[in-house]
């Protein structure tokens, strides 16, 4: 039982360093391999080498797959270069496990221990980073050193050997338990180097390897299937694509193993070496096949996934790209699109909000209470994508930008609830009862919506480019709002004191709205908080002294002190 258990150990920490490598490539440099994916598919053979260096470096073609259906999903690749991708990035994956199945045990224990060095002394940095992919490594070769150990004294017994056995009697069964073990791990890399070590004790045959490497690349293409199944068609077509490669790849060599099997021992190699050559093989010729049939492959794909119909879901996020989440950077960047669309959304509420007062158009209005829906459903995905963003990984700079852009869509988000409040007070003060407003009163109301609108553009210009002199103007533009609602509330009440008509009856809606757009704007100007202070020009309390002026005389007649001021209470 300990025996079992110290070889499901060796390979869950092969499993782990893999993954810990991929993730901390991707954090360090996947700005820099999406920019060469990117501008690297106007040829095929440029957008296969691409692919193959990506993966070499990344160490999994299933995590290039995601990067290039994401570039797909948004029509930035077509499909037919992303799958001229996809072939390098099989090769790439190869070639690191031929590099990786080589004996370097000795290099290990200094990959482990210069990594941690590096990641415990800078980890804030990008040598800190540079030295968790080293711990990475060194762990996928301490782990295939484990499992040859651990896996000794299991080939010693006779009940093992019965198990491995039963592997020999059916290619298929052998590609589908291969397939199935790539999925759970989630890294063909690790199944290939695996089946590679068992090869490499006579704990299977070469017949058998070769069986689970088709396997293997059978269920590194499933994996990418798999991992888009909520994408886009044109997301999906790169992975279904990348599939088809490997099933007819695999269903021509199933006929023919018991003839590649004599040709590869010709070449004289150890079991081990045997295996991993045979992959590398398998996956160059794949690429020669196809690398000039992925035009005919794109159509087929494409033919199976058409495109849905052009349904412009405004609920439906843009931006959120999942495969982003391991680039911090970039994922921020994402989420900071795709809030700036909910301000977009509550601008235009806003508009209607307006025509509505003016009016009466209940269609109109019942459709802006819909867009709060639309506003909520925006909110949650942002939300929900900013927490799957790893806090470790971020630098100083982005941890704020991280919060920025919960508060920023946090207060859009209660705008929203607060026109959806108006508009339903609106429908029920105001258009079931007949009522208008007084011109003036009406006038009042536009120059408070106008300003208020010019605010909330100028927010969103302080949230995209963080300039201090915008958010200067932003906040200043807060007091000013505030001393015109308090006006325009005094205006309102000489105009009943007056008697009047219209502004009696729509006392109670003017005085509301006038207090909601003050709320509404301080959201909006809640927006430059974060920028003034990290430039350390915004003042914690609006009170001049809190002990001196206690003690100042009532100059105001009112109970006040010389010099008072309200406190400007924030909204965040």
């Known amino acids: 039982m300990q025996t079992l258990l110290h070889l499901l150990a060796g390979v ?37 080498f691409a692919g193959l260096g990506v993966t070499a470096l990344i ?22 270069p992303a799958l001229a991708v996809m072939l390098g990035a099989d090769v790439g994956t190869a070639l690191m496990t031929a590099v990786l199945s080589i004996d370097l045990s000795w290099l290990s224990p200094l990959l482990i221990f210069v990594g ?8 804030d940095s990008n040598a800190g980073r540079f030295g968790h992919i080293l711990i990475g490594l060194g762990l996928i070769l301490f782990a295939l050193q484990w499992i040859a150990v651990g896996a000794r004294p299991m080939v010693q017994g006779d009940g093992m050997r019965v198990i491995f056995a039963s592997l020999t009697g059916d290619v298929m069964l052998d590609m589908l338990v291969a397939a199935a073990v790539t999925i759970l791990c989630y890294s ?26 088709l396997g293997a690349n059978l269920g590194s293409g499933l994996l990418g ?54 992959h590398l093989a398998f996956n160059v010729a794949l690429a020669v096949l196809f690398l000039w049939l992925t035009e005919p492959i794109a159509r087929i794909a494409e033919r199976l996934l058409p495109a849905r119909p052009a349904t412009d879901d405004p609920a439906k996020p843009r931006h959120l790209d999942p495969s982003a989440l391991t680039t911090p950077a970039l994922a921020i960047g994402n989420a900071a699109r795709e809030a700036l669309r909910i301000a977009d959304v509550i601008d235009e509420m806003l508009q209607g909000m307006l025509t509505v007062l003016r009016t009466n158009d209940r269609a109109l209005a019942q459709r802006l209470r819909r867009m709060d829906d639309v506003v909520d459903q925006l909110y949650t995905a942002v939300k929900l994508y900013l927490t799957q963003i790893s ?38 003060k105001k258009i079931d009862k007949g009522r208008n407003f007084s011109e003036a009163g009406m006038t009042e109301i536009c120059d408070l919506h106008a300003r208020l609108t010019a605010n909330l553009r100028l927010g969103m210009s302080v949230f995209l480019n963080g300039d201090l002199k915008s958010a200067q103007e932003l906040l200043a533009q807060k007091v000013l709002f505030r001393d015109l609602e308090r006006a325009y509330a005094d205006s309102h009440l000489a105009r009943l004191a007056g008697n009047t008509v219209q502004s009696i009856e729509t006392s109670s809606l003017h005085l509301d709205l006038l207090a909601d757009l003050k709320r509404i704007n301080s959201h909006i100007c809640s927006i430059a908080y974060p920028i ?20 100042a005389p009532d100059t105001a007649g009112d109970g006040r002190t010389a010099g008072w001021k309200p406190r400007d209470t924030r909204t965040v």
């Open 12 to 48: 869950a920490l092969l499993v782990w360093g893999t993954h810990i490598v991929r993730t901390a490539i991707l954090r360090l440099y996947g700005g820099d391999l999406r920019r060469v994916l990117r501008h690297s598919v106007q040829r095929r053979v440029t957008a296969f």
């Open 59 to 80: 160490q999994s073609s299933t995590a290039t797959a995601l990067i290039v259906a994401a570039f797909a999903g948004q029509g930035l690749i077509a499909t037919a």
């Open 116 to 123: 941690v060095v590096l990641f415990l002394a800078r980890q």
């Open 188 to 213: 063909s890399l690790a199944v290939v180097l695996l089946v590679a070590t068992l090869a490499g004790l006579h704990v299977i045959g070469l017949q058998v390897a070769m069986a689970l490497i």
């Open 225 to 278: 299937m798999l991992s888009t199944l909520r994408a886009t068609p044109e997301a999906r077509r790169v992975t279904l694509g990348n599939f088809l490669f490997k099933l007819i790849g695999c269903l021509v060599m199933v006929p023919v193993l018991r003839y590649v099997e004599p040709l590869i021992h010709r070449w004289d190699l150890s079991d081990s070496a045997e295996v991993v050559f045979f």
């Open 391 to 428: 806090r470790e990984a971020l630098e100083p700079g982005e941890g704020r930008r991280w919060t920025d852009i919960v508060s920023f869509t946090i207060n859009m988000e209660q705008v929203g609830d607060i026109i959806d409040r108006i508009i339903s007070e609106i429908e029920e």
């Open 532 to 551: 003034l202070e990290n430039a350390g020009v915004l003042a914690h309390t609006r009170l001049k002294s809190a002990t001196a002026d206690a003690n």
